[in-house]
């Protein structure tokens, strides 16, 4: 009777951990079945948010403007995206009813567009519209060419413009407005017609007269400019005048001709001002490393010691005191740069030449009240 209580009691306690361990082994077996779950779980949503998104291009264009963006460089940024697969793309004319009928559904102004559907909303395709400039609608996004294009409103071409050059070919020093120009070209300016006039011409005259231009070089430029958006930014922010429908820029930075009095203004002469006595005073030769810097435009250098009869002059005339210095012609005050920073070198004559009295400022320089030979401390 005790060996079969034992046998129950023993039975019994196996009974009991086989079941223990069921239970663990379920509540493992469920873990390992949460873990694939949410796992796959991941996979699949990483997968679709990788997955390329699917669309359907519909380009609208017009034949009649070769000069216009072509809808296919609208179209191909779209394509050759690794983010995208086109499930379908077609291309309607401008002049068909179906094309008139999306530009009125969708609000087009501009042609050639670009109408996107299908899952346009996608997350890892969106920030590619914003890079395009498109317009999210509900049901699809809008890309519209940048100029030249099509007004879809009146059909009217906008973006080709006109420039003109006025010159004065005989001033070979005076400045160049080829680099406005070339910026305007990188800003994407598509012009169809460009021709340089001499400023003395009757075209030219009329140019001048008409756009009120007070310096030569200068450029006028058709109002079809407008049509490009960081150029009609420069327009307002230089408070640009249209008359007649142009706007002229003439040249800020000398030298160039003031029309007023038919002189060309910038051409900077320099008088290098030496004392052979001193063998330790500074190079006067340093300040033709400097100058260049302002943009002085220097056409005529002369060097005279104050030993010989003109450099005596000069001293007594401009009230000069120490040496080596030297004089800069009226003209340097056309150059902002330098007359802006001039009071911190030096003065302006009554004459209007400006006498450089900043001596320490370069090195040892001779003090001639004193007769003494000037190191200045550090």
């Known amino acids: 009777m005790k060996s079969r209580s034992v046998r129950r009691k023993v039975n019994v306690g196996r009974e009991k951990t086989s079941l223990f361990t069921k239970v663990i082994l379920f509540f493992l077996f469920g873990i390992l079945l949460i873990e694939i779950f949410v796992t796959w779980n991941m996979i699949s949503t990483i997968k679709e948010k990788v997955r390329p998104a699917n669309l359907d291009l519909v380009s609208i264009s017009d034949s009649s403007c070769i000069e216009c963006t072509t809808v296919r460089s609208l179209s191909s940024l779209i394509e050759n995206n690794n983010n995208t697969k086109i499930k379908s793309m077609r291309t309607l004319d401008f002049s068909s009813q179906e094309a008139k009928s999306l530009i009125q559904q969708y609000g087009i102004q501009k042609i050639p567009a670009v109408i996107v559907t299908g899952e346009f909303k996608k997350e890892n ?82 140019w001048i007269s008409s756009q009120n231009i007070q310096r030569i070089p200068a450029i006028v430029l058709s109002k079809d400019v407008e049509a490009y958006d960081t150029v009609k930014q420069f327009l307002i922010q230089t408070n640009a005048t249209q008359r007649q429908g142009f706007y002229a820029y003439d040249a800020t930075t000398p030298p160039y001709i003031n029309l007023s009095t038919g002189k060309i203004v910038g051409l900077v002469s320099v008088i290098y001002i030496t004392d052979s006595s001193c063998s330790t005073c500074y190079d006067v030769n340093t300040h033709k490393t400097i100058l260049p810097r302002f943009g002085l435009k220097v056409v005529n250098e002369s060097t005279y010691d104050i030993n010989n009869t003109i450099g005596t002059q ?47 400022q370069m090195g040892v320089y001779k003090d001639l009240s004193s007769g003494k030979v000037v190191t200045p401390q550090q």
């Not at 914003?130 to 071409?157: C, F, H």
């Open 125 to 206: 395709i969106v920030f590619l519209w914003g890079q395009l400039k498109g317009r999210m609608l509900d049901t699809a996004v809008v890309i519209e060419a940048n100029p030249p294009y099509v007004n879809a409103s009146n059909e009217n071409k906008e973006g080709l413009a006109t420039l003109l050059t006025i010159v004065d070919s005989s001033c070979k020093d005076c400045v160049t407005m080829d680099t406005f120009v070339s910026s305007l070209k990188q800003a994407g300016v598509k012009f169809v017609r460009e021709k340089t006039l001499e400023y003395n011409t009757t075209e030219a005259q009329a």
């Open 314 to 360: 000069l001293l007594a005339q401009y009230n000069i005191t120490k040496v080596p210095t030297i004089l800069v012609s009226p003209d340097a005050g056309y150059y902002l740069a330098f007359e802006q920073v001039w009071p911190t070198a030096g003065t302006v004559a009554s004459d209007g030449w400006f006498v450089f009295r900043g001596t320490e």
